[in-house]
């Protein structure tokens, strides 16, 4: 096991993130929408967005890093787990005017349990007034781990109650939002902004299309891998000669994208389009 970060976070409004440095954040509630638990966010790629008890002050945050599933402490009293993907290995945990530096080993697909306590009493406002750090505290384990559905472990607080039914009174929210309507915002010059890992590992071709499509690429990478082969099976449907065969799901699903944009754009077509208004 190590330890990421072991810090007291200054926290307004009640929320953390975890994202790579300056990356697009979500709204808190976006985040969650149509979730099982309302505590931890994982509906953006890429992005974990966190519930806290206090509402402003201090508290104690640890970020652990395993190589396989922790044994659960009888300690916590909150404990939600999420499937995470991060875009690359240099993250912060930043909350309103707060920001700590959090390296990953890697960036595989994770599992990412988000652990609390005293979440009741941090929540009073008077009684928190003078107490410094805060009552609550907690932490947040990642580990490699197939992609599995969020669920909530634990509950005992009123205060994560209300979270977990606020989340699931939500809707799921439309997956073009993660995309763009305006697709233009996602395409960032990666010669200014590394190319997460797991793209970059990829080499060759996925390269080339970066350049291009580099916010999409990532919205690939963040799929689950049975997400990027049903992609690729609508790409190649769309132009067959362009189908790419790789057991690595997301090489299959770029590769395929950078083969058969070019030809659609021949016939006069948006590729970028389509995918979003068909396949989300």
Not at 41 to 55: D, K, T, Y
Not at 84 to 93: I, S
């Amino acid at each position: 096991m190590d330890v990421l970060l072991d810090a007291l976070v200054h926290v307004q409004y009640r929320f953390l993130y975890l994202a790579e440095d300056e990356a697009d954040l979500p709204d808190l509630t976006t985040a969650r929408a149509g979730q099982r638990n309302g505590l931890c966010g994982a509906n953006a790629p890429g992005v974990l967005s966190m519930i806290v008890g206090r509402n402003y002050g201090r508290i104690p945050v640890r970020v652990e890093w395993h190589d396989a599933e922790p044994p659960l402490a009888g300690e916590w009293e909150e404990v939600v787990e999420v499937p995470f993907r991060p875009t690359g290995t240099e993250l912060a945990l930043t909350s309103f005017d707060d920001h700590h530096p959090v390296r990953l080993p890697g960036a595989p697909s994770l599992r990412a349990r988000f652990c609390g306590t005293a979440m009741d009493a941090a929540g009073d406002e008077v009684a928190m007034l003078d107490v410094d750090p805060s009552v609550d505290r907690y932490l947040l384990a990642l580990w490699p781990a197939d992609p599995a559905p969020e669920t909530v472990v634990r509950q005992t607080s009123d205060l994560a109650g209300r979270w977990h039914e606020e989340a699931r009174s939500k809707p799921v929210p439309d997956p073009r939002i993660w995309i763009g309507d305006d697709v233009d915002r996602y395409e960032w010059d990666w010669r200014d902004r590394p190319l997460p890992d797991r793209l970059r590992a990829l080499g060759g071709d996925v390269l080339v299309v970066a350049e291009q499509h580099r916010g999409l690429l990532e919205v690939f990478a963040s799929w689950p891998p049975e997400m990027q082969r049903d992609a690729t099976g609508w790409l190649a449907g769309l132009a067959p000669e362009a189908a790419a065969e790789s057991d690595d799901p997301l090489r299959a699903l770029v590769e395929t994208f950078g083969a058969a944009e070019p030809i659609l754009r021949e016939q006069g077509r948006d590729l970028v389009a389509e995918l979003v208004d068909h396949y989300c």
